[in-house]
């Protein structure tokens, strides 16, 4: 009679040794649990072995961001993040392999007690580039109340809504809206709601409200908020703050199926064609040639563009291929030797793999260029660093056509705040103007439809008289990948 297989034999979960409902990983074949289903979103439960696996370790980014090699000695892994998050996710009861040799580091430490923070593990608070452990979090929190909006426990009494367009209570003699509406979002909202949520309560210590502020606090900040779109405030954070870091949120693929068809990567190409195997001679001004500026022009625009266009004396008058000559500079694929522009060794290499330069060159537009160079408006450099987040919008909202206004409505929902920074920059437009005309300008068409994450359907076109729908284009799914 033949034996059947020895329970010794099963496959088990190499992590945590479970038997039942198993599956492979994708990145190394591993078997695993297959429990990803029971994890529940924003709650960051380390519950299941599929999920830790796949959000928590270097393998799981390794193959996710699809670099090539061993995760162990991969070079993009070991950029992507800071050296104790790198050992973190290279060691950790989540791998089925571990770093042999991880580098060493300094230990974070509490600003306020100097405590050892494990930045993997450890509850803790950051304020800007001050960590605090969670029991000094905890003691300072009364403090911080009553420095933000009175006493701990205090709750101001109901009040009657304040119009938009009435004088603002705090006496600035401007109206509420252009003042302090809006400034209850972020770290002032979640103070007042905590404010409201302790009324009522008894409390029979300082202790005993320190807990429930930090759990309430916890919970704001692991729920989806409306103001962001559904992403959450600890998302945002990550999203603001860490873009190319963030591997449980968001994943930037290191190869398209194809080098796209949009604006930046057409005159990439033409550039790039020119330059070939001989260089392309700069001017004495360090520009590209003014022959090969005008017939670029003449390759990229339309003939109903063309008539919108100056005449090009230089390469700063065609302003698409003087940024696209930048960036390939920030990017490292173009430099000059002896008064040539020529292709580097990383260009030449990217080129002969198919769609693997594109994302370099779109990273180095986002990370590397400054996108208010030469719009003429003010700095508000929250425009930029929030490019992921309106990569979310588009992603969320692209499907179907939106005028400008719809994103530039939730982009000021989500950043109130930035009016602050126009109050005093144009007489002739109110600040919400110049903000809405900065985010379109910059963001929308200098960005989205520049680099062909959004395509354009213009109904005006004129140099002051412009109207146009917008839309996601295929790219856009290729070119990035949530997970929130």
Known sequence: ??????????????????KKKLTRTECCGNWICDDEDEYVPFSYERNSCYRNHNHYTLCGYHHNEHHPGDWKDCPECRKAFETEMYVYYGTNEYNFEKLEDPPAYEPTRCAVCGKIIKLGDDGFTQSGNDYWCESCARKKLPDILAERDGPLIEVPAKRAKIGRNDP????????????CLGKQTGTAGVFQDLKQAMQGKEFGSLKEVQAFADWHTGQWNRAP??????????????LLHFPFSSPHLVAFPPRLSAFPDAPMARLFDVLTKAIGEDGLKATATGNLPLNFVRESALVYFSDEERKLQPGLRSET???DLHVVRIVSGLAGFIRKNRGRFVLTARCRKLLSQEGALYPALFRAFVEKYNWAFRDGYPDFRIIQQSFLFSL?????????????????????????????????????????????????????????????????????????????????TALLDEIVSFHL
Do not use: H
């Open 317 to 319: 008058d065609f302003f």
């Open 168 to 179: 603002c209570p705090c006496g600035s003699g401007k109206k509420y809206k252009r003042c």
């Open 225 to 238: 908020l409306d103001d962001f779109a559904g992403v959450s405030p600890e998302q945002m954070f990550r």
């Open 392 to 472: 979310w919008l588009f992603r969320r909202f692209g499907d179907e056509w939106r005028s400008p206004a719809f994103y530039e409505d939730r982009f000021l929902r989500a950043f109130p705040t930035v009016l602050s920074e126009a109050e005093s920059e144009r007489d002739y437009t109110t600040p919400e103007e110049t903000v809405r005309s900065c985010y379109a300008w910059r963001c929308l068409e200098g960005f989205a439809v520049f680099t062909g994450i959004l395509e354009v359907n213009w109904e005006k076109r004129g140099i002051l008289n412009r109207s146009f729908t917008l839309r996601k």
């Open 1 to 18: 009679m033949a034996r059947g297989k020895s329970d010794a034999d099963s496959p088990k979960c190499g992590l945590c040794g479970k």
